[in-house]
């Protein structure tokens, strides 16, 4: 039993007792695309029923010991008088020797019987696919990036309120610790107070005095770590100037000298004003939000002059079969296509991508060890598919470019607050696109969104001030260069974390370089009022 207890444990702490010092690139990362985190749901069910399996199991052990026990009970002879007329009886005591015997050895034998061995070795077999630490610091990431991009407090996140919509869930007391110890790893020390708040706050769990003996007592130390995060971020905010150690030394000192009583007061005089009026006290003094994190929260006005209309122009096929285009910027040129991409085209993507790897947002520096941010999960859809030609034929439709229908398609499914931070598809800031020494630098992407997303994952265009929300079966095509084949930096962009939501896309990049004869290189044109460096 205390086998399984401790397999128990380490699961529901997720790995957290795993230690990983050494990170594994290749490794997939449950958090990293919602296809993971479907595995580690189905991990959690299989592990809950091989438990239910082994607690019936247990069960039944522990009823045949007590329908031993009720068969032999001499509880009725409680008196010495009575026991001797118990076994002065020959009958009685015959009865007696044969069972001390014959049976106590066979009970002996069935009590140090192992239940359930098919189940534990299942369990073993589980936990060790269960998430380390890397897993659950991906995972804490991806609750930071939420929180802070989209400008989310914690009691509205911890009460199952994400933006202007309520959920019928919540965040769990031991999930408010973990969010707030990471926030105080990271030196966010406003944030670490009020997660450490929601979790003073919070009710008790059912059957915490068991659940306290196998994972720990919660609230063990947490209006210490509160008052101490609280005092840490006051002091910080007071006197921005000072060393943050020589805060930190000054916090310790002061917690260390005031009594249990003390600490008491002031966590009580915390937690009697309301998390509203605290944020409001706090949000003054936060830095404005950046272009990127605007248009991911929907802040950018709505554009003018911009037209839907059915593009039957760039190739002789869409006089037959025009294709709904919406525009969505003149300069640079950024357009939408609508309907282009079936849940059947969907479906045969999705099938073909099942061997997926993690894609990042940087490339890897030679000797290294920092870690590098992933992206998303992703897979090149390389095999021969007369779907993949037709969609490829498709994109020709759309841009008017040239490149062989059997060119591959990059497939890519998002998860638990993955973004991909503002950047260039073309060759810049250290990044060389694939390819480009043959096919030249990348002119055009296009990326076809294949799930509608609820929440979050928008495409956004910083410079341009356009935000595009994901639609199933839509696609945006943008020009990455000049007509000369300069980079036009007004082509960065970016991917908003997915809040709620299962983003799935398919991309291709179109290069310079087979388009020579199709769009030949002309001289550069700027807009009026254009400055090169917005």
Not at 464 to 488: A, E, Q, T
């Amino acid at each position: 039993m205390q086998r399984c207890l401790n397999l128990i444990t380490a699961l529901l702490l997720l790995g957290q007792t795993v230690a990983n010092p050494r990170y594994d690139e290749k490794k997939e990362r449950y958090s990293s695309s919602t296809v993971g985190l479907l595995k580690l749901l189905e991990l959690e069910m299989q592990f809950i029923e091989n438990l239910k399996t082994y607690t019936e199991l247990l069960s039944a052990k522990a009823n045949t010991l007590q329908d031993f026990m009720d068969s032999v009970d001499r509880g009725k002879e409680k008196s010495v008088a009575e026991r001797e007329k118990y076994v002065s009886n020959p009958l009685n005591a015959f009865g007696l020797m044969r069972r001390t015997h014959q049976d106590f050895p066979k009970w002996h034998n069935y009590i140090n019987t192992t239940v359930g061995k098919e189940q534990l070795q299942s369990l073993d077999n589980l936990l060790a696919k269960a998430p380390d630490s890397q897993d659950m610091r991906e995972a804490l990431e991806g609750m930071k990036r939420i929180e802070t991009i989209y400008g989310l407090q914690a009691y509205d996140l911890a009460k199952g309120r994400l933006q202007d919509k309520q959920y019928d869930i919540q965040l769990s007391i031991r999930d408010c610790l973990a969010l707030g110890q990471h926030k105080y790893q990271e030196g966010d020390f406003f944030r670490a107070s009020m997660w450490y708040r929601m979790a003073i706050k919070h009710e008790l769990e059912p059957n915490a005095e068991s659940f306290n003996a196998i994972l720990g007592d919660p609230l063990k130390n947490l209006k210490r770590n509160y008052a101490r995060a609280t005092i840490i971020y006051g002091l910080s905010a007071g006197n921005q100037s000072q060393d943050t150690q020589q805060i930190l030394d000054i916090t310790e000192k002061a917690i260390h000298k005031s009594s249990p009583a003390e600490l008491e007061a002031l966590v009580a005089e915390l937690l009697n004003q309301t998390d509203e009026d605290i944020a409001r006290e706090i949000s003054a003094s936060e830095p404005w939000p950046t272009p990127y994190e605007i248009g991911c929260r929907g802040g950018f006005p709505p554009r003018t002059n911009l037209v839907c209309r059915y593009n039957s122009t760039t190739t002789p096929f869409l006089r037959l079969a025009p294709l709904k285009m919406e525009e969505v910027n003149h300069d640079p040129y950024i357009v939408m296509y609508h309907e282009v991409l079936s849940d059947r085209e969907i479906e045969e993507m999705k099938r073909r991508s099942s061997q997926m790897s993690n894609g990042w947002a940087d490339q890897k520096e030679a000797n290294s060890t920092k870690i590098r941010d992933i992206v998303c999960r992703h897979s090149w859809w390389s095999e021969q598919s007369t779907i993949r030609e037709r969609i490829n034929r498709r994109i020709t439709d759309m841009t008017g470019f040239d490149f062989a229908p059997t060119e591959d398609l990059q497939v890519a499914n998002y998860g638990l607050g993955t973004h991909f931070k503002p950047h260039y598809d073309y060759t810049s800031d250290g990044y060389e696109t694939p390819d480009v020494l043959t096919l030249g630098d990348r002119l055009g992407s296009i990326i076809f969104y294949a799930s509608d997303v609820p929440q979050g994952g928008a495409t956004v265009f910083p410079r341009n001030r356009v935000s595009i929300l994901p639609r199933k079966g839509s696609s945006v095509f943008w020009f990455n260069l000049y007509d000369d084949g300069r980079p036009d930096i007004r082509s960065q962009h970016s991917v908003c974390p997915v809040i709620v939501g299962d983003r799935w896309t398919l991309t291709k990049w179109l290069h310079i370089v087979p388009q020579m004869f199709v769009m030949p290189c002309k001289p550069r044109k700027k807009s009026q009022g254009y400055k090169e460096n917005i």
